[in-house]
């Protein structure tokens, strides 16, 4: 199975002086920690990197060290997230016919929920881990007022893998642009066009690093693991 890692973001909620992927947790690049799960994936059979061209000489050294089995490729991400997993689509190899896409930032992925995702991904065209939400939601107007209250029965956090036939997104990115939506994953691109997206269980602790306490929740994570 191919996989997208979009990792050519700012971090700019993080606030550090660089992109928050290589900032240190528990001794190592934040980044390489994802790509350590994904080489321990026995599905994983090529990634593709995408990061920011400013940082590709830092990305590249760091697979190196990793002495890393399977093949790692860079790719130059965009402005967006949106336009960074497009840049990816398009350097896939064109025997890619399915796509994984995992966010950078989402370092304490287990090699078990990429397996899970590809092997699922052999039986459906668009999938996502999810997992159930825990706080009570509450949609608010502009005035901080609540509109309503979500059943939270139905109401699922998005995470990553997402997976996608990549014909079938290729052509969600394209309508995308044409129309200019806005959404934050690909998943969104997909229902847009009225496509299924199958959920599949995700991990409580597969967080996206994106604040100083993320990074300190992470660390506590890494470091029970490896007790
Ligand atoms: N990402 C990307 N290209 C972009 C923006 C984001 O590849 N132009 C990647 C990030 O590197 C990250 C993932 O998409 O791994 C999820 O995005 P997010 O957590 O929002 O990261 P950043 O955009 O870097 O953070 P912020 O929004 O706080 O600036
Ligand atoms: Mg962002």
Redesign the pocket.
């Known amino acids: 199975m191919h996989l997208l890692?979009?990792?050519?973001?700012?971090?700019?909620?993080?606030g550090a002086d660089r992109?928050?992927?290589l900032l240190t947790v528990r001794g190592r690049p934040l980044i390489a920690w994802t790509l350590l799960a994904a080489e321990a994936a026995q599905r994983i059979t090529w990634i593709g990197l995408?990061g920011q061209p400013v940082d590709q000489a830092l990305l590249l050294e760091i697979f190196d060290s990793l002495g890393l089995t399977t093949p790692v490729h860079f790719i130059a991400?965009?402005?967006?997230?949106q336009?960074?997993?497009y840049n990816g689509l398009q350097a896939l190899p064109e025997e890619a016919t399915r796509v994984l896409i995992h966010?950078?930032?989402?370092c304490l992925i287990s090699p078990d929920l990429f397996d899970r995702c590809a092997a699922a991904l052999e039986n459906c065209s668009g999938l996502i881990a999810a997992v159930p939400v825990k706080d009570t939601i509450k949609q608010v107007d502009r005035d901080l007022k609540i509109e309503n209250t979500p059943d939270r029965r139905c109401l699922w956090a998005a995470q990553t893998p997402q997976g996608f036939d990549v014909a079938l997104l290729k052509s969600c990115h394209s309508k995308g642009q044409q129309l200019q939506w806005m959404v934050t994953d690909d998943a969104a691109l997909f229902e847009n066009c009225g496509l299924p997206v199958q959920v599949i269980p995700g991990e409580e602790t597969n967080v996206?690093v994106?604040t100083p306490s993320d990074l300190a929740i992470a660390e506590w994570i890494l470091s029970q693991r490896s007790h």
């Open positions: 890692i979009p990792a050519a973001g700012m971090g700019r909620r993080m992109n928050k992927v995408i991400g965009g402005d967006t997230r336009a960074s997993v966010d950078g930032a989402r996206k994106t």
